[in-house]
């Protein structure tokens, strides 16, 4: 038994994978035996929400249920969905809304935890801007239209009567990347950046030979204050977690052996931060230890069971559904969306 990590795979078409969830999932050989696994594999971004899962392969932590354990990174939301859809992963992290629209088209999708609380900033050159609504009239770069986190400042400037496109001037970019990218660059002022992307422009700005044309920058509006103070809640958005998909759903024993690594990993990261940056850093590029280090400080990590979470989800995605019920498939997820511990 052994561990890998794995190159971003060539994936289906959109087309193909649309078809896909007319066309239900064969159960595999060893769903009905109970045996290992063969091999099951994790997926997430170049986020902070995958941070545990390179732990887990790289410690095999799922040696119990899997002969081997492999991670791979998804590169932007649509890629993200099919591979979901066409069965190229077990368990993805994935962005809430994303989860709940797949369960809701019928892609066979187990929500089993959420696990980042918060990591957005928009980050700007202007130390004195601190609130979103200081941001009104500037360009923001703005990284995945219409998934997160397009959508938390969307309903953020809703929620204080802004508009984003007539208050704001937005410019849409493909990933977080490219959005750090024109920050650094000094092409724009402002972004929208999720952890660890903030830490790491953050650090680029600070470095030779980057820090000798890059502008000194800061963090500007935090948008799970802005959740907190507009919404009269706890700060924190219930962003991203982690989910099964496929035949996996159906070995209770694996998809508790899972949540148990994961949750197992993200309090090993929280505890050493700087070797979990080393060893997400060696498997997705451009990220460096000490900024993976410096997101694991300040983000809100707590893997918390989807059943426990369930509440604060379903007021999240009141906020979607009362914006755009496209964003979930049309109608909030039932009872059979909220796997984890105590689900069912």
């Known amino acids: 038994m052994h561990a890998e990590i794995l190159n971003p795979q060539t994936l289906l078409s959109r087309r193909h994978a649309l078809a896909l969830l007319a066309a239900p999932l064969a159960a595999p050989a060893w769903a009905a035996t109970g045996a290992a696994l063969p091999q099951i594999t994790l997926a997430g971004p170049p986020a902070i929400v995958s941070a545990p899962l390179i732990h887990m392969a790289e410690t095999n932590a799922l040696q119990g249920v899997a002969q081997r354990t492999v991670f791979t990174a998804w590169r932007d939301p649509d890629q993200l969905r099919m591979m979901a859809m066409g069965g190229k992963a077990d368990v993805l992290a994935m962005p809430s809304n994303v989860a709940a629209n ?11 935890n959420i696990s980042t609380w918060g990591a957005l900033w928009v980050v700007t050159r202007d130390a004195q801007r601190k609130a979103l609504a200081d941001f009104k009239g500037e360009e923001i770069a703005v990284p995945f239209r219409g998934d997160m986190p397009d959508i938390v400042l969307q309903v953020l400037a809703t929620k204080q009567g802004l508009d984003v496109q007539r208050d704001f001037r937005i410019r849409y970019v493909p990933t977080p990347m490219e959005a750090m990218q024109l920050l650094i660059t000094r092409r724009v002022s402002h972004a929208l950046l999720t952890e660890p992307g903030v830490s790491l422009a953050l650090r680029k700005t600070q470095s030779f030979p980057v820090g000798l044309i890059a502008p000194t920058l800061h963090r500007g509006a935090d948008l799970q204050q ?6 009269q809640r706890a700060p924190r958005v219930p962003q991203a977690g982690i989910a099964a998909v496929g035949g996996v759903r159906a070995q209770p024993q694996v998809l508790a052996a899972v949540e148990r690594a994961y949750a197992q990993s993200v309090a090993w990261c929280r505890s050493n931060a700087l070797e979990c940056g080393r060893m997400m850093a060696r498997h997705i590029d451009l990220l460096t230890p000490e900024a993976v280090a410096d997101a694991i400080g300040v983000s809100q990590m707590n893997a918390v069971p989807a059943p426990q979470a369930r509440e604060e989800l379903e007021f999240f ?23 984890g511990a105590g689900g069912v």
């Open 102 to 112: 797949l369960f809701n088209r019928g892609a066979g999708v187990t929500l089993l």
């Open 317 to 339: 995605f009141g906020q979607l559904m009362a914006r755009n019920p496209g964003l979930l498939g049309g109608k909030l997820p039932s009872t059979g969306f909220y796997g």
């Open 226 to 231: 802005e959740w907190g103070r507009l919404f």
